[in-house]
T-cell receptor, first 112, second 116 residues
Framework: GESVGLHLPTLSVQEGDNSIINCAYSNSASDYFIWYKQESGKGPQFIIDIRSNMDKRQGQRVTVLLNKTVKHLSLQIAATQPGDSAVYFCAGPQAAGNKLTFGGGTRVLVKP | NAGVTQTPKFQVLKTGQSMTLQCAQDMNHNSMYWYRQDPGMGLRLIYYSASEGTTDKGEVPNGYNVSRLNKREFSLRLESAAPSQTSVYFC???????????????FGAGTRLSVL
C-alpha cells in the first residue's frame, strides 16, 4: 500500500538556524504533497503544498523541495524561531477517494 | 472565520458510556473526515464522507459510527466507550480533489477524550 514517512522523529535546532525536515513516499503516481504543522494542543495546520510537476516551491520562510527520482521531499524552514516549535507532517494523496496518507511526524525543538 | 469547529474540547467517559462528537465546517466543503491521534501512531482515519449523503470506513472504524447530517455537519458516535478509545479526535474537511484543485484538508482543534 501507499506510505508516507518522515526520517527523524525529533529535530533539535538552534534559534536562527535553518531546519530541514525530510519525508519519503512510496507511490510514484502521487501528484501532490502537503505539509502540515501541529502545535501542542492544537489541530494540524496547512503550511504549504507542492504539485508533482514542480521541484521547488517557496512560501514565507518555508521551501519545499521534491525529488521524484528518489521519492523524497523536504521542508526547509529559514531562520527558525521559537514559534516554529511543533510537529511537522507530510501527507500525500491515496490512489482512491479524497483521502490522504500522513507521515508519522517530526518534532522540531527550537533551542534559544 | 471559524473553519472547522469541534465540540466538546474535552470529555471524560466511563467504560460503556456513549457520546457523540460534533463537527461543523463553514467552508462549503464536500468532504469531511474523522481521525484519531495517539502517541507514536500519527493520524489514523476512522470514517470519512466524500460528499453529503455518503460515508465510508477508514483504517480504524470499529467501535464508531458516523452521521453526515448535512453538508456542514459530520458527527462521530461512540456507542459503548472503551479505554482503547482514549485519544485525541480530529475532524477535517476538504473541497475534494477536482480538476485543477488539490485535496487539502483543514482540521479542527480536536476533542481530547479519556475513557476510564
Amino acid at each position: 500500500g501507499e506510505s508516507v514517512g518522515l526520517h527523524l522523529p525529533t529535530l533539535s535546532v538552534q534559534e536562527g538556524d535553518n531546519s530541514i525536515i525530510n519525508c519519503a513516499y512510496s507511490n510514484s503516481a502521487s501528484d501532490y504533497f502537503i505539509w502540515y504543522k501541529q502545535e501542542s494542543g492544537k489541530g494540524p495546520q496547512f503550511i504549504i503544498d507542492i504539485r508533482s510537476n514542480m521541484d521547488k516551491r517557496q512560501g514565507q520562510r518555508v521551501t519545499v523541495l521534491l525529488n521524484k527520482t528518489v521519492k523524497h521531499l523536504s521542508l526547509q524552514i529559514a531562520a527558525t524561531q521559537p514559534g516554529d516549535s511543533a510537529v511537522y507532517f507530510c501527507a500525500g494523496p491515496q490512489a482512491a477517494g479524497n483521502k490522504l496518507t500522513f507521515g508519522g511526524g517530526t518534532r522540531v525543538l527550537v533551542k534559544p | 472565520n471559524a473553519g472547522v469547529t469541534q465540540t466538546p474540547k474535552f470529555q471524560v467517559l466511563k467504560t460503556g458510556q456513549s457520546m457523540t462528537l460534533q463537527c461543523a465546517q463553514d467552508m462549503n466543503h464536500n468532504s469531511m473526515y474523522w481521525y484519531r491521534q495517539d502517541p507514536g501512531m500519527g493520524l489514523r482515519l476512522i470514517y470519512y464522507s466524500a460528499s453529503e449523503g455518503t460515508t465510508d470506513k477508514g483504517e480504524v472504524p470499529n467501535g464508531y459510527n458516523v452521521s453526515r447530517l448535512n453538508k456542514r455537519e459530520f458527527s462521530l458516535r461512540l456507542e459503548s466507550a472503551a479505554p482503547s478509545q482514549t485519544s485525541v479526535y480530529f475532524c477535517a474537511s476538504s473541497g475534494g480533489k477536482t480538476s485543477g484543485r488539490l485535496n487539502i484538508q483543514y482540521f479542527g482543534a480536536g476533542t481530547r477524550l479519556s475513557v476510564l
